[in-house]
């Protein structure tokens, strides 16, 4: 398994902060592989909601169908799901000043032969978790 965290400050409320992220369609904002994401279904964004993503990778293309997995006030859990991998996003945001601090863990499992690229994963994962954090802040301090 790869995990990558990443923690840092943006300047809005963790109320803004989790309003935003719990809606997974804005990775396509934040997060630097996405190239698409689309809500599966309808209504107010809730545990259980579901969406289909398109991301490029060290410039492999790979589809995962994500659920919210977890909604509080301080935590939003997604986990996306595909044949050969699955990945488990945790987001954590908590009062930091008059803005946020926000802890972004990701946890990738590769399965079957894809997991024979493990040690090649991990590098490619960690700079992808720093261009993430970037392009996060950038978002989220311009909400």
Excluded: Q
């Excluded at 997604?78 to 946890?107: C, H, K, Q, R, W």
């Amino acid at each position: 398994m790869t995990k990558i965290s990443r923690t840092f400050k943006v300047a809005p409320s963790p109320t803004v902060v989790l309003d935003y992220l719990k809606d997974f369609s804005h990775a396509e904002a934040w997060d630097p592989g996405t190239e698409s994401c689309k809500r599966l279904d309808g209504g107010p964004v809730a545990v259980g909601s579901r969406w289909h993503n398109t991301s490029k990778i060290a410039g492999v293309s790979t589809e995962l169908e994500y659920e919210l997995k977890e909604l509080t006030d301080e935590r939003i859990v997604f986990v996306g799901t595909n044949d050969t991998a699955s990945s488990t996003d945790t987001i954590t945001v908590l009062p930091s000043g008059t803005g946020s601090e926000i802890t972004y863990d990701a946890d990738i499992e590769l399965k079957g032969a894809a997991k024979l690229g493990a040690p090649v994963v991990k590098l490619v994962f960690e700079k992808i978790g720093s261009d993430t954090e970037d392009d996060m802040v950038t978002v989220l301090n311009g909400l």
